[in-house]
């Protein structure tokens, strides 16, 4: 007489076949990896032949002066409605072009093949940025190349996360343009949990390991959601969590002015292979710009960063006012408006 197991002992059986398998393709494959020493997780050299095998190896080149060089992962981080995006295509445009900036100073002595994914416009708000009625589209040139996100990419049915499709796409799109440059906006569309050091850690991780293992220069956008604009900007109002800049090699942000609309000052904020130039007590300030097509961040001169935060007891500026209405359209409360703005929620009701 036979007895059928219960279908429950059938899903165990199942399972514990199902995960010792894994177990043993895990296995497999660790003793693979170990074969080839440039797979060990640590490259282990004395000191002295450390600094032997670099001695003579060329130093790496400014990108965008003392902000960002060459084969370092940089994070640039500002409030929404800034002007971020802006400023990443303007530096991605002038790396392909072989012309940076002001005030900044490039050492590459050829155009670079910049890697811009987008996340954030479409093809339609990308072109009204770099349209001109008069003047026509704005000419890239070859060596930028822009990725849009595409919401309807093939399902990733191969994958458990789907934060590990995505930054395999990145990989794919880096071979295939043979990119130099990476410039990711932004990066909390390729990570869902930046906002921890759980998921930030194995993010910047990857980052890191596309960087060594393609020779990039790696530029990744970022918020600072709530930022009291009372105070200084520091890494404290980078989103998430402090992992992203402990990772990162250099970043600085872009803050807003509260002396006039559409003025920026940009701000160094972490560099290791150079002084802070760029310190609170000498931002660069910006006037966003139309200039024929292109639609830029034009240098103006420097400033102590104290000139620009708002006083308490003075007038909001017109861009504090309008963000009060922005987000009071939203459907927020008086006090979720303060707390967002970190102002008072006296202040919200006087300009709403």
């Known amino acids: 007489m036979t007895f059928a197991r219960p279908p429950f002992i059938e899903e165990i059986r199942a399972e514990v076949q199902a995960t010792t398998h894994r177990q043993r393709m895990q296995n497999s494959m660790r003793t693979q990896l170990r074969r080839n020493p440039d797979n060990d997780l640590f490259k282990?050299?004395?000191?002295?032949?450390?600094l032997a095998d670099d001695y003579g190896k060329p130093i790496a080149r400014k990108l965008m002066g003392s902000l960002w060089h060459e084969h370092e992962l940089c994070i640039l981080f500002a409030d929404t409605n800034l002007g971020k995006s802006v400023l990443a295509v303007q530096i991605g445009c002038?790396?392909?072009?072989?012309?940076?900036?002001?005030?900044?100073?490039?050492?590459?002595?050829e155009p670079l093949?910049?890697?811009?994914i987008d996340f954030e416009l479409t093809t339609?708000?990308?072109?009204?940025?770099?349209?001109?009625?008069?003047?026509?589209?704005?000419?890239?040139g070859e060596h930028f190349i822009r990725a849009e996100f595409n919401p309807a990419g093939s399902n990733p049915i191969l994958y458990e996360r789907y934060d590990d499709y995505v930054q395999d796409n990145i990989e794919s799109a880096i071979k295939s343009t043979k990119a130099q440059v990476l410039i990711i906006d932004n990066i909390t569309c390729i990570g869902s949990q930046t906002g921890n050091s759980t998921g930030a850690l194995p993010l910047m991780n990857k980052l890191k390991a596309l960087k060594s293992k393609y020779k990039l220069s790696v530029l990744v956008l970022a918020y600072t959601p709530k930022r009291n604009i009372y105070q200084p900007i520091t890494v404290n109002d980078l989103q998430g969590s402090k992992m992203l800049i402990n990772f990162a090699d250099?970043?600085?942000?872009?803050?807003?002015?509260?002396?006039?609309?559409?003025?920026?000052?940009?701000?160094q904020i972490k560099q290791r292979n150079t002084a802070n130039d760029y310190g609170a007590s000498n931002v660069c300030l910006f006037q966003i710009k139309q200039e024929l097509s292109f639609l830029n961040l034009e240098f103006i001169g420097y400033d102590t960063e104290h000139n620009h935060l708002q006083r308490p007891g003075t007038a909001l500026s017109e861009e504090t006012k309008g963000r009060i209405a922005e987000l009071s359209q939203q459907g927020l409360s008086n006090r979720q408006v303060a707390d967002n703005l970190k102002i008072s929620v006296a202040t919200v009701k006087r300009y709403k």
């Not at 093949?113 to 811009?116: D, G, H, M, R």
């Not at 339609?124 to 349209?131: D, G, L, M």
Request: aromatic share 14%; with cysteine; net charge positive.
């Open 124 to 140: 339609a708000q990308f072109r009204a940025r770099y349209t001109h009625r008069e003047y026509g589209l704005h000419h890239f």
């Open 94 to 109: 002038g790396l392909a072009k072989q012309s940076m900036m002001e005030p900044f100073g490039c050492q590459v002595d």
């Open 113 to 116: 093949k910049v890697l811009y």
């Open 250 to 267: 250099s970043a600085f942000a872009l803050g807003q002015s509260c002396t006039q609309p559409g003025l920026r000052y940009l701000k």
């Open 44 to 50: 282990i050299k004395t000191a002295d032949k450390w």
